[in-house]
Structure formats: C-alpha cells, structure tokens
C-alpha cells in the first residue's frame, strides 16, 4: 500500500521564477492538504483540496495556487518567488470528513536563491 | 495568534525511563487531537490520536491524555528508546469548522540517551 508521494524531492529557484510540486495522496484518500513548514517551525497550513476544489485555505497570499485531479492527485503552484518562500513543503493526504487524521509525504525541499 | 503550543523546544531522557512531551491549546473550537514524529529529510509519521470526547488513548508504548478544562494534552512513551529520538509535533483540527486543517505547535526534540 503505497503512502503519500511528493516530487520532485528538492528543488532550488531563483527569485521572481515559478515552481510547481506534486502530491499523489494515499491509496483510498481524497483530501489533499498542503502545508509550509519553515526551519524551526511547525507546518503551517496553506490550503486543502476535496473533489477538485479548493475547500479551505490558510494565510497564505495568492501567489500560492493548486489544484486537484480526477485522480486526487495535487499541484502546489507558486508564482513569484520570494527568499522567504525557501521551505519544506509537505503534502498530506485524508479521508475528509471522514476521519480527521492526515498522513504526510516526506516533503519537498525548496530553496529559492 | 499561535493556537498550539509546545513550550519546551527540547526534552532529555535516559532509555528506558518515561518520556512525557506537553502541548497546550487555546482554541476550544479543537475537538480532534494528534501527535506525529519527524526525522531529519523526512515528513511527519503520524503516531496516535484522540478525540475530544475521550481523556486518554493508548497504542502499545503510546499514550496520549488530554484535559479539556486545562486545555492541555500530554504524550508519553514508555519505556523510551533511542530510536524514538525525533521532533515530536502536536497537532489540533476544529474539524468541519475549520475545514479539518491542522495547527500545529512548533515541536520538541525528544533525545533519548542510551
């Protein structure tokens, strides 16, 4: 049973470019939740996907975007990049409403130079 | 507005004693709470969980109890070994309400000494 995936693993930008992760969520999922975890931080969330739309989302400005696919899968989308973006972005798959515990992928690390 | 938190970034404990890691809320709208663990280049491994309407819940070394009233909710592990050395996370969802995101606290380094 295949968990959370995440690509690409790491990743380095540079200011102003765009970028774009993956997420395939676990076998059986269809919630899809993105979070920012900065260094010495706890994850911050950014936004969640249920049925390809986007269902709630975080203080996160609108350079941040995603979507989700017939096949639950998800893109992270973020335009412009800024110094500050640099982070590990993790990925977390659910059942919904049905059960409130989410599992994680092992994250993409992003550095923008 | 930090909603959870972990106020020891760091715990020490020798194997085979009780590791006990805090966390506190604010938000009394949270009614499902959960404990995940981190290595180094990995992402949160999720560990045991517990719904408001419960105090305590068990999974083999693992307990977690919760206090409403205190709004506090503790994990402990015994006995400790070194391979639970990691950053433990606490975590909170206010369920539909907040659209079943989870806050989380900033985490504590547990190193268990062998």
């Known amino acids: 049973d295949a968990g959370v995936t995440q690509s690409p693993t790491h990743l380095i930008k540079t200011r102003g470019q765009q970028v774009t992760l993956r997420c395939s969520p676990k076998?059986?999922?269809?919630?899809v939740s993105w979070y920012q975890q900065a260094l010495g931080q706890g994850p911050q969330f950014i936004f969640q996907?249920?049925?390809?739309?986007?269902?709630q989302r975080g203080n996160f400005p609108d350079r941040f975007s995603g979507h989700q696919f017939p096949n639950y899968s998800s893109e992270l989308n973020v335009n412009a990049l800024l110094l500050g973006d640099s982070a590990l972005y993790l990925c977390a798959s659910s059942l919904g409403d049905r059960d409130q515990t989410q599992y994680f992928g092992p994250g993409t690390r992003l550095l923008v130079l | 507005d930090q909603q959870v938190k972990q106020n020891s970034p760091s715990l020490s404990v020798q194997e085979g004693r009780i590791s006990i890691l805090n966390c506190d809320y604010t938000n009394s709208m949270f009614d499902y709470f959960l404990w995940y663990k981190k290595y180094p280049a990995e992402g949160p491994t999720f560990l045991i969980s517990?719904?408001?309407?419960?105090d305590k819940n068990e999974d083999g070394r693992f307990t977690v109890f919760l206090n409403k009233s205190a709004k506090h909710l503790s994990l402990h592990i015994v006995p400790s070994q070194p391979g639970d050395s990691a950053v433990y996370f606490c975590?909170?969802?206010?369920?539909?309400?907040?659209?079943?995101?989870?806050?989380f606290g900033a985490g504590t380094i547990l190193r268990v000494k062998s």
């Open positions: 517990i719904s408001s309407i419960k």
């Open positions: 076998s059986g999922h269809d919630t």
């Open positions: 996907y249920y049925e390809e739309e986007e269902r």
């Open positions: 975590a909170a969802s206010a369920g539909r309400y907040y659209g079943n995101k989870l806050v």
